[in-house]
């Protein structure tokens, strides 16, 4: 299945470019921008969890006799009352 504009870029799962995987506090991090958001976070006394939650969007379903796979969402950190989503810049992917 296509999104709309995505007429010449296939549907693979792309991996974040020039993204530099760093461990600190004893998390894996895929990122220098998650890893600064975690410091950020707890020196301001946030408590988080670092993909810890995931989130069903979509439960799977059969439409015309085909199976469609559900959706999920892993946010890059949860607290009680929010979510964050880490992005760089943007890019192909």
């Known amino acids: 299945m296509k999104k709309s504009g995505d007429e010449n870029h296939s549907m693979s ?6 993204a530099t995987p760093l ?3 004893g998390i894996n ?7 600064y958001c975690y410091k950020l976070l ?5 408590p988080v969890e670092y993909e810890n939650v995931k989130f069903q969007i979509l439960e799977p379903f059969v ?12 946010p890059d950190f949860v607290g009680d009352t929010f979510v964050v989503e880490c992005k760089g810049f943007m890019n192909d992917a």
């Open 13 to 18: 799962n792309k991996k974040v470019k020039n």
């Open 23 to 25: 461990e600190y506090d």
């Open 29 to 35: 991090f895929k990122s220098k921008l998650e890893m």
């Open 42 to 46: 707890k020196e301001n006394q946030i």
């Open 63 to 74: 439409y015309n006799d085909e199976k469609i796979r559900g959706m999920t969402f892993l």
